[in-house]
């Protein structure tokens, strides 16, 4: 037993579990619901994210500048959280930026193609709120989004946002 | 690019900070969710993590007193893992009868970088370790009571979980029955 399956359960089961209250109080889920409840797991997300970046970063110089942060978050953050790097790291130089991993550490249990592509989002809301907390806590506003074609490949989208 | 810290040395701890402060944040959503503190440590106890393996661990085990005994070293290797420095948890307090003891952890790699704010004293935040013990011994058809009486988030010196056998259950019955 490795601590990372530990945190891949824990994360399954607070995902089971914030859509289960949902249902219970309501019954039938409508987008507005579904809406809550990644909203929810993003916001749990954002306070780890925050608080890792803060440890793993404690001794660090500080960055250049934001593509060096995102370079950090591709490589040491992502290593630290998913177990690996983002393969593919792509940018319009204009505060866009799209990381691809091929083989996402939490989807890699889900499916291997296209089978429960609609179960997908509920599982990325969590390391969606991590990057925006890690980057948060690294001095930028950002929004993040994930969407994924075929399991377990998916790409993360941030968003710098300019004051 | 070149970061001069030790990540290969750290790695572990720091999987176990993604874990634990995975677990706060969970906490702390259940708090916002549920108004009283009862509410929250029900929640914590219904959620399922690693049974299976508790429970395949415990299969075989021919009476409670080797029972304890695997359950304490699942939980060192666990805090192994963690990287928590300390021992296994030791096996202490049995009753006469030999069917209650208590298991003592020196370290509670839950409660990392956490401290309970005065308005939840009746939290019991590690709530899910006692869930997770009862539904692994459920799965190995023992029913058994699981309660903390000891814990460092509330000041103790140790975290101790005491657990007492109740009967074993059997096949044909429902098993929510003590």
Redesign the interface.
Same mark, same amino acid.
């Given at each position: 037993m490795t601590d990372e399956a530990l945190f891949e359960f824990l994360h399954m089961e607070i995902v089971s579990h914030v859509y289960k209250e949902q249902q219970a109080s309501k019954g039938e889920m409508d987008n507005k619901d579904r809406a809550a409840c990644v909203s929810v797991l993003e916001g749990m997300g954002f306070r780890v994210g925050q608080g890792l970046i803060e440890r793993l970063t404690r001794d660090s110089p500080s960055f250049k500048d934001e593509l060096d942060i995102m370079k950090f978050i591709c490589k040491d953050y992502w290593t630290k959280v998913f177990r690996r790097q983002v393969d593919n790291l792509r940018t319009n130089h204009q505060g866009t930026y799209v990381l691809q991993d091929n083989k996402f550490s939490l989807l890699t249990q889900l499916s291997g193609g296209k089978q429960y592509l609609d179960q997908a989002p509920k599982y990325l809301a969590f390391s969606c709120g991590m990057v925006r907390g890690a980057l948060s806590n690294l001095g930028l506003d950002s929004v993040v989004t994930a969407e994924v074609s075929v399991m377990p490949s998916c790409k993360f989208q941030v968003v710098i946002q300019k004051l | !690019?070149s *970061? #001069? =810290?030790n *990540?290969t040395t750290d =790695?572990?701890k !720091? @999987? =176990?900070?993604? &874990?634990t402060? /995975?677990?706060?944040?969970?906490v /702390?959503?259940l708090c916002k969710?549920y108004e009283n503190d009862e509410e929250v440590n029900k #929640?914590l106890d219904k !959620? *399922?993590?690693?049974e299976d &393996?508790l429970a395949r661990s415990i299969g075989r085990c021919q009476d409670f007193r080797e029972t304890a005994d695997v359950i304490a070293k699942?939980i060192g290797? &666990?805090q192994a @893992? #963690?990287n928590v420095s300390g021992v296994t948890p030791s096996v202490t307090n049995w009753s006469p009868a030999g069917d209650e003891f208590s298991l003592i952890l020196e370290n509670n790699p839950l409660v990392d &970088?956490v401290e309970l704010p005065d308005n939840h004293n009746t939290l019991i935040y590690s709530n899910l370790l006692c869930g997770v013990l009862r539904g692994a011994l459920e799965m190995v058809q023992m029913a058994v009571d699981v309660r903390f009486v000891q814990d460092t988030l509330r000041g103790d010196n140790v975290t101790e979980i005491r657990m007492k056998f109740i009967k074993r259950i059997e096949e044909n019955l429902p098993a929510g029955d003590e």
């Open positions: - | !690019m *970061r #001069q =810290s *990540r =790695s572990k !720091m @999987n =176990s900070e993604l &874990f402060l /995975t677990y706060g944040a969970l /702390t959503q969710d #929640q !959620m *399922r993590l690693i &393996f699942v290797k &666990f @893992n #963690q &970088f």
